[in-house]
């Protein structure tokens, strides 16, 4: 197969590249090379999406599939007025973020309600993070309406965890858990976690612009138990933390914020409010060739990574302090 991807250098874009590499595809990167560097034995070509013509570096190639990452509805316009006709099949990456009710559990992405889409001239999710969701729905409608419903895949993916993440949300636990110790556990041991490693989203990718897939599906793994969650972690990990759980009720009180940030405890959403936003019907993607790890394989390998990495990426959640200080005053309540 030969594949474009746009994008290719970080994250999500890099791990696709090189799971279809290692499966033997024909890829092409292109990008503005800004964010990192493409995988060794890509294709690489430099282009600017910003720019009118910025596709032209391309030239007249053609492709068997296209998988694009963008959250710019403009750069989405751009990329299937100049490749649509030139491409078997296009797979865009889209987000759980644009749908308009997080509170109800167990919806589906061909029947959930969605946000609006961004209106033209709202272009820049980086300038507004409100934007984000309204601006993934536009890049969606331009997929669907230049390409059309069966050449198209929209992936809505979920949070994306392993390692290379930008985020700091899982590995925040991974580093927490393999400190070991006592440990603050937001929530009840019940609430419900849903998640997937970049390396099986990265995987279904590929596998979806192989088989032609068309439709709208969520990428995400089946939810699993926050308890579930922590103990998979320290399990992958060869620790055994004792864990306290904190309700939200005291942690809220005590300004702590939830997914993600300063004093946050990542991937921990208020109730009843985010009952819906991690816990979606991962059947139809599990249905359609999604396959997903043991959570002890991405702890172990997302800490391997975190040890590898510098000392100033990003770190979100709870420092040493706040979290004793935490516990301490739960304690003596």
């Known amino acids: 197969m030969k594949l474009l991807i746009l994008g290719g250098t970080v994250f999500l874009g890099r791990a696709t590249a090189v799971h279809a590499l290692t499966a033997g595809h024909d890829v092409t990167c292109a990008a503005r090379g800004e964010s990192g560097a493409a995988p060794a034995g890509v294709t690489w070509v430099g282009i600017d999406r910003d720019e009118p013509d910025g596709l032209a570096p391309l030239g007249d190639s053609e492709f068997d599939a296209v998988i694009d990452v963008t959250r710019r509805p403009s750069h989405a316009r751009r990329a299937v007025e100049a490749l649509a006709d030139r491409t078997g099949h296009w797979t865009f990456v889209s987000t759980g973020s644009v749908y308009a009710d997080d509170a109800t559990p167990g919806q589906r992405a061909d029947s959930a309600p969605v946000m609006a ?16 969701g309204p601006c993934k729905v536009a890049c969606e409608e331009v997929v669907r309406a230049a390409v059309g419903p069966r050449r198209s895949f929209i ?86 933390p004792t864990l306290t759980w904190v309700n939200q009720e005291f942690l809220t009180s005590h300004g702590v914020q939830p997914w993600s940030g300063e004093r946050s405890l990542p991937m921990w959403l208020p109730l009843p409010e985010y009952a819906g936003f ?39 959640g709870l420092t040493a302090d706040e979290e004793a200080e935490l516990l301490a005053e739960f304690a003596g309540q």
């Not at 272009?123 to 409100?130: L, R, T």
């Not at 991974?174 to 556990?185: C, F, K, N």
């Open 117 to 132: 889409a961004a209106p033209v001239g709202v272009d820049d999710p980086d300038a507004d993070p409100a934007a984000y």
């Open 155 to 240: 992936c809505r993916a979920g949070l994306i965890v392993g390692p290379e993440d930008p985020s700091g949300r899982f590995a925040y636990w991974v580093e927490r858990l393999a400190r070991g110790g006592t440990v603050l556990a937001p929530g009840q041991p019940d609430d419900a976690v849903q998640f997937v490693d970049v390396r099986d989203l990265a995987g279904w990718l590929v596998h979806a612009a192989q088989v032609g897939l068309s439709g709208v599906y969520d990428g995400i793994g089946a939810p699993m138990s926050r308890a579930d969650l922590l103990d998979g972690v320290a399990r992958g990990l060869g620790t055994e």
């Open 278 to 316: 991690l816990t979606r019907d991962a059947g139809p993607a599990l249905g359609a060739g999604l396959v997903t790890r043991d959570i002890a394989e991405t702890a172990r390998d997302t800490l391997s990574w975190v040890r590898s990495t510098a000392t100033d990426r990003r770190r979100p």
